[in-house]
């Protein structure tokens, strides 16, 4: 089954991928989610370079120090702050829009929290 799981995931990608792409002014959002952690990376596809990147790996996210809303607990709550962390990066470097790439994900969950929290930060889709 988790094979099956993948091959379809991979699949979704690809037809993301054909669609979505990152300028300089207008990089594109890639997640990436394993079992335990979930990544972010801002990419300029034109240059093929890694402007920013967070994770739940990151010492600070994983003591909890930003405040998720109620609803959001454990893994989810954390992908929160993630995208709260991301955002903030972002809005530092004077990025004002991205293109979201979910990588294959269903857009729920963990990934739709990580992009609430982007969005919460002020950056716009």
Not at 50 to 69: H, N, Q, R
Not at 79 to 90: A, D, E, P, R, T
Request: proline share 2%; net charge positive.
């Amino acid at each position: 089954m988790k094979n099956k799981k993948n091959e379809s995931r991979l699949r979704r990608k690809k037809s993301i991928r054909k669609n979505v792409f990152g300028t300089g002014t207008r990089p594109r959002l890639s997640v990436f989610r394993s079992n335990l952690h979930i990544y972010a990376q801002l990419i300029d596809d034109e240059s093929g370079k890694t402007l920013l990147s967070a994770s739940s790996a990151v010492k600070e996210i994983k003591e909890g120090s930003i405040a998720t809303p109620e609803n959001m607990k454990g893994k989810t709550g954390v992908s929160f702050n993630v995208g709260m962390i991301l955002g903030k990066k972002i809005m530092e470097n004077n990025i004002e829009s991205i293109v979201f790439d979910r990588n294959g994900y269903l857009y729920h969950g963990r990934v739709k929290a990580l992009a609430d929290g982007v969005r919460k930060a002020g950056v716009k889709f």
